[in-house]
């Protein structure tokens, strides 16, 4: 199993869940409203939240989880639907995943995902 996490503009949300929500086999998505700051440290971002004398960026994170056979092909979706040509499109990562556990039935590995 692997473990999809992705930082991405807002406003590229819609798009980006609409692409996963079509995708056969996924079982379901996280998303959570995040801020930080990369390379560029937030320097001459028009959206930026300064806190503690410190400027963030606002972006998106997705959380999702797989079979180890789709991840390449929702990273895929990710990025072709995240990407604006724009600098701080934002990353996406992969991990593995070692267990998974549905805590209603107690089920184990790929199937509780």
Known sequence: MKEIKAYIKPHMLSRVAMALHGLEGLTGLSVGKVQGFGRGRARGEPRRIVE?????????????????DMADGIVALIQENA????????????SEVLEAVRISTGERGAPAV
Request: net charge negative; charged share 30%.
């Open 83 to 94: 990407h604006t040509g724009l600098k701080g499109d934002g990353k996406i990562y992969v």
């Open 52 to 68: 503690d004398q410190v400027e963030y960026v606002p972006h998106v994170r997705l959380e999702l989880f797989c079979r180890d």
